[in-house]
């Protein structure tokens, strides 16, 4: 199946490690000129810029860099983010702030700079990577949730305002997935017990009875972005195993 990404820019930010990885990857095998992102040195796209989206300007030099080298943005990822394991009623002022910058305002700033450039062109493509969390509440994510139910509203907003534009905007709302931010050393798991047991509960606690694997998040990422989903504009996918039940 023709995925339409051939010669087509894209960027995907948190790149380096889980989920965005793989979307980088899989953009790249289907044709596309991928720009990755992240704090790490090296990425797998065809360009690789280090920045870090929680700093006002950081979205803005990861598209500025891709609109350098390529000429334009015609597709962007917003999958960076990340929380601890923590309570409502602990959360500092300045844990409310970094988790606003990072987990929304990265998303924010990364889309109004490619949306320049879109609108000019009458065409663009936008999938925000949101969570269950932003669905319904974790109260041992409870920022995190926040934030990423605001990337909802978010996203639709944008599907609203430039749909006349030719853009497209979605967004992903996967669940618990088997990537570093759960599975590794002082991880999500980590921090909630002991690390099997907390897997096997969290696992059992999905219909499906197992964490996602990352290639099943970012394959819905990288139909989203596609030619395929042309009418696809507005949605919230979710990517949970059945988590979240559909209300009717």
């Not at 609108?119 to 041992?140: C, D, E, L, Q």
Request: net charge negative.
């Amino acid at each position: 199946m023709d995925l339409g990404f051939e010669g087509k820019v894209c960027v995907v930010t948190g790149s380096t490690a889980g989920i965005g990885l793989v979307v980088a990857n899989e953009l790249r095998a289907e044709g596309a000129r991928v720009v990755s992102s992240g704090r790490r040195d090296e990425g797998p796209g065809d360009l690789h810029v280090v920045a870090d989206l929680a700093r006002p300007d950081g979205a803005g030099e990861v598209v500025a860099a891709a609109e350098a080298a390529f000429g334009r943005v015609d597709c962007l990822v917003n999958n960076v983010g990340g929380t601890e394991i923590r309570k409502l009623d602990e959360l500092t002022e300045d844990d409310w702030q970094r988790s606003f910058e990072l987990n929304l305002m990265s998303a924010v700033r990364a889309t109004r700079a490619a949306l320049r450039g879109m609108r000019g062109r009458g065409a663009g493509s936008i999938v925000n990577v949101s969570s269950t969390a932003a669905k319904r509440p974790s109260a041992g994510m409870p920022d995190y949730s926040v934030m990423k139910a605001a990337m909802l509203s978010y996203s639709r907003l944008v599907a609203d305002l430039y749909a006349g534009d030719g853009i497209r905007c979605n967004a992903v709302t996967p669940g618990p997935t088997a990537t570093d931010a759960w599975l590794g050393a002082g991880g999500l798991a980590e921090q909630q017990g002991d690390r099997d047991e907390v897997l096997a509960k969290v696992g059992a606690g999905r219909p499906l009875g197992r964490l996602a694997e990352p290639e099943e998040i970012a394959a819905v990422i990288v139909f989203l972005l596609s030619d395929r989903a042309s009418y696809v504009t507005g949605a919230a996918w979710s990517a949970d195993g059945g988590t979240v039940p559909i209300i009717i």
